[in-house]
């Protein structure tokens, strides 16, 4: 059984930073391509990034492309999410899980999620 912990969200101003973590356990993490997604309050689903298994090759959607970069650790079984220059239509919970490609859809398949990270940007 997959399990996922995310954890570092919180509230921040806009123009802020933040640093995203998911431990992840019940598979083998380093072979697997890993991804954020996010809810936003009344609205589904939203792919915003992914990684490849070792590391080398990353993707981000429009909306966050050159203020959030993806990374991980393999050795600790954890995957990172740096936030930079926040805005406030990047309040939402954030979820970590492996990697279904770009299209938010998919990740409806997903059967375990944790318990995701909450961001908030307000003035």
């Known amino acids: 059984q997959e399990q996922f912990v995310e954890s570092g969200g919180g509230l921040v101003q806009p123009g802020g930073s933040l640093r995203l973590s998911c431990v992840a356990s019940g598979f083998p993490f380093r072979l697997y391509g890993m991804a954020w997604v996010r809810r936003a309050p009344g609205k589904g689903l939203e792919w915003i990034s992914e990684?490849?298994?070792?590391?080398?090759?990353?993707s981000y959607a429009n909306s966050v492309k050159g203020r959030f970069t993806i990374s991980r650790d393999n050795a600790a079984n954890t995957l990172y999410l740096q936030m930079n220059s926040l805005k406030p239509e990047d309040t939402a919970v954030y979820f970590c899980a492996q990697s279904r490609g770009r299209s938010s859809n998919s990740y409806l398949k997903q059967e375990y999620w944790g318990q995701g990270t909450q961001v908030t940007v307000s003035s």
């Open positions: 990684i490849s298994s070792g590391g080398t090759d990353k």
